[in-house]
């Protein structure tokens, strides 16, 4: 069975040829007209969304915001909008890719194409092991220790992450911040030291080696 796609665009003939070039390729394809729609249709968990800005009830950055909650597929805002704060707001709210209007359709194809084999080697890639006592899986979003899952919140985890996937590289608070809350968040950097602190104080507790290293003036790094 092919992947299933959520098209949400308030226009009725790009809705139409867009439901038709995918259905052709294989696509299962869910569609919704308005905001309060699209959110109602992300529930049967798409695969991968193409998301219009410009609609009627709530806009896409919007729409995006409410179903990042419950919806971890791909996000591709198609837009005519072309400032780069725009594309800011678009990536801030949750967003993936940002298809500007008017594009060809065999390209927004391959584009689609694209994101679904990264969503697939990232799932079959989901669990690492990085020693011999500690194990990440980012799919089922949990990180064990000798075989007990480590209780972790959702932004301890997501530093925990972040970090793992760019082992090595050092990244300083503004960024982790930037990363994990988004662009509009309301905090500041030692927001991350603590939650830095607490994610060390847990590893320990489980037993874990303290991977996460302190580069004084620079920020933090994930060390194996």
């Known amino acids: 069975m092919g992947y299933s796609l959520l098209i949400v665009e308030d226009e009725p003939d790009i809705a139409g040829l867009l439901k038709k070039y995918f259905e052709k390729n294989g696509y299962r394809v869910m569609t919704a007209s308005n905001g ?4 109602g249709q992300a529930e049967n968990k798409p695969d991968i969304i193409l998301l219009d800005i410009n609609m009627p009830e709530l806009d896409g950055y919007e729409v995006c ?14 837009t005519a909008r072309v400032d780069d704060v725009d594309k800011i707001n678009g990536f801030a709210a949750g967003g993936d890719d940002y298809i500007i209007k008017p594009f060809s359709i065999d390209e927004l194809g391959a584009r ?24 990440i899986d980012y799919s089922a979003k949990e990180v064990c220790c000798r075989g007990a899952v480590v209780p972790l919140t959702k932004h301890e ?6 970090l793992t996937m760019h ?4 990244f300083d608070k503004e960024r982790i911040y930037e ?3 988004g662009l509009e968040g309301d905090g500041s950097d030692s927001v991350v030291v603590e939650h830095v602190r607490k994610l060390r104080a847990k590893l320990s507790a489980a037993g874990a080696k303290s991977h996460i290293e302190t580069i004084w003036g620079l920020g933090y790094k994930w060390v194996q």
């Open 167 to 170: 082992s090595g590289q050092v």
């Open 179 to 181: 990363q994990i809350w």
């Open 36 to 39: 309060l729609a699209a959110i």
């Open 112 to 135: 689609v194409a694209a994101h679904l084999r990264r969503e697939e080697r990232q799932l079959t890639r989901s669990q690492v092991k990085f020693s011999d006592d500690l194990v």
């Open 65 to 78: 915001r409410r179903i990042r909650s419950f919806v971890a597929c791909p996000i591709l805002f198609l």
């Open 157 to 162: 985890f997501k530093i925990i992450a972040f």
